[in-house]
């Protein structure tokens, strides 16, 4: 009887060893297969998404450097020469850490019917002959007074910093899935006593668990706390246990209020309170799976604050004028048909001024292109100084600058412009002989649209020029 019943003791032992060799092994599989799958459906379509929505905002932003020289009216081999200067420049910027420059090659081809360069300008290519790795950008080119197309430069960004990127976080998956996939080899070498050592085999994947570089979290169906977090999550989210077996923190339970991903795939982008009281950006997805026979899901968190910090940079970038820090033409355009929108929906007041630097080119041509960017500079934190904070100033275009004046009409907004002028020409300068004058044209808002609202400012800024320059002219 003892006999018998040893045996099938042994029986049942070697049935439930070889079960849970399998089942552990398994296990291992499956969170391999987790990881791959994160890894090719999530992170890297991501990071390959952001990247070249980067890049692409890289390439407008320099757009507009050579829209700038094609109103400057320079002789035919000038602007060519100039075109091909601003081109090697985007060419020379580098990242600083890593000496990659962002562009590796530009080609740039422009409408001979609109534009008057000698026919090997037409076509230009600037940087490597060949970069088939790299992000393509196709920029149009416009014509800043006709608003026409008059080509199409194309950027070729450097994929470098994705793939250092890639490699990096590449490189930490495996090693991840290389140790699980050694634990489940070391589960079944040791199946025949895995009845003895379950518990260590236990302990080993919670290991595994807590070593994982990334915040992991298994949070049970229909119960508010975190059942098991790794030590990057502990950090990373505060969590504390409860007092019920479980762990919280305010930053988890703000992170559930706003609502956890369910399906495969789907991620959620979202702002967390960590531990040293900073907010960090991070993408938050799940895995739906059940642990110890209970619906359970899997949340992972990737902490994107610096590619998100990157996106704002390039963002603002887009927006802003590289020398000034100004907005640029683009964003002016933007704000002011926002501003009319609301002028015409609630019927307030809505004024602008366009200002231009007299004879800016002589003070280039007589001073240096130093002394001209100082100029533009300082003329720029000017307006600043100058208006409200509700007010919006920026770079048009050269040596132009337009403000904004939301809830103004036109006898405050000549007010406005004549201490932007007064304050313009009292400036100090690095060159003692130096006089900036600056001559502008005001116009209130009456129904028109953009175009129209600065056509008129350009007009009565140009009879400003006529009647002597250094004035403003408002409505007669």
């Not at 019917?113 to 080119?141: I, K, M, R, T, W």
């Not at 199409?152 to 495996?174: E, K």
């Not at 790794?230 to 409860?242: G, M, T, V």
């Not at 005001?442 to 350009?458: F, P």
Request: net charge negative; glycine share 8%.
């Amino acid at each position: 009887m003892n006999n018998r019943a040893f045996v099938a003791r042994r029986r049942f032992s070697l049935t439930l060893e070889r079960n849970l060799a399998v089942i552990f092994a398994l296990l291992g599989i499956l969170l391999t297969t987790l990881i791959a799958l994160h890894w090719v459906l999530v992170i890297e379509p991501t990071l390959r998404a952001d990247a070249e929505s980067r890049s692409r905002a890289f390439a407008q932003a320099q757009t507009s450097g050579l829209e700038a020289l094609l109103r400057t009216g320079h002789p035919p081999d000038q602007l060519a020469d100039e075109i091909r200067t601003e081109l090697d420049a985007v060419l020379l910027l580098k990242d600083q850490s890593t000496d990659t420059p962002f562009v590796r090659r530009i080609t740039l081809v422009l409408d001979d019917e609109l534009l008057d360069l000698p026919p090997d300008s037409l076509d230009l290519a600037q940087g490597v002959e060949q970069c088939p790795e790299c992000f393509v950008s196709e920029v149009p080119l416009y014509d800043p007074h006709e608003h026409l197309l008059v080509g199409i430069a194309t950027f070729y960004s450097s994929p470098q910093f994705l793939n250092n990127l890639i490699r990096d976080v590449r490189g930490t998956l495996l090693w991840v899935g290389g140790a699980m996939l050694l634990v489940i080899g070391f589960a079944w070498f040791g199946a025949s006593r895995v009845l003895g050592r379950l518990g260590e085999s236990e302990a080993n994947l919670r290991t595994l668990f807590e070593v994982a570089p990334f915040p992991m979290i298994l949070v049970e169906r229909g119960r508010p706390g975190v059942t098991q977090a790794n030590q990057a999550a502990k950090s990373y989210l505060a969590l504390e246990p409860d007092g019920t077996g479980q762990l919280t923190s305010a930053a988890w339970e703000a992170l559930a209020a706003d609502g956890l991903p369910f399906g495969i795939g789907e991620q959620r982008e979202t702002q967390i309170l960590t531990r040293d009281r900073t907010r960090r950006w991070a993408v938050v997805s799940a895995m739906p799976l059940r642990f110890s026979g209970t619906a359970s899901r899997l949340i992972t968190l990737a902490d994107v604050s610096e590619l998100k910090a990157i996106q704002d940079d390039l963002r603002q970038a887009s927006l802003t004028d590289g020398l000034t820090g100004a907005y640029n033409r683009r964003c002016l355009l933007q704000k002011l048909g926002a501003e009319i929108e609301r002028a015409k929906r609630y019927g307030n007041d809505l004024s602008v001024i366009l200002l231009d630097l007299d004879s800016f080119k002589a003070i280039n041509d007589t001073f240096g292109h130093r002394v001209g960017d100082e100029v533009l500079i300082k003329v720029a934190a000017t307006l600043r100084r100058c208006t409200r904070d509700v007010d919006v100033s920026g770079r048009y275009g050269g040596e132009e600058f337009l403000v904004i004046l939301p809830h103004t009409a036109v006898a405050p907004a000549l007010e406005v412009a004549e201490r932007i002028r007064t304050a313009v020409k009292t400036l100090a300068w690095s060159q003692p002989s130096l006089r900036v004058t600056i001559s502008g044209g005001v116009c209130e808002y009456a129904g028109m649209d953009v175009d129209g609202l600065i056509e008129i400012a350009d007009q009565r800024l140009y009879q400003a020029k006529e009647q002597g320059r250094d004035r403003i002219v408002g409505p007669p």
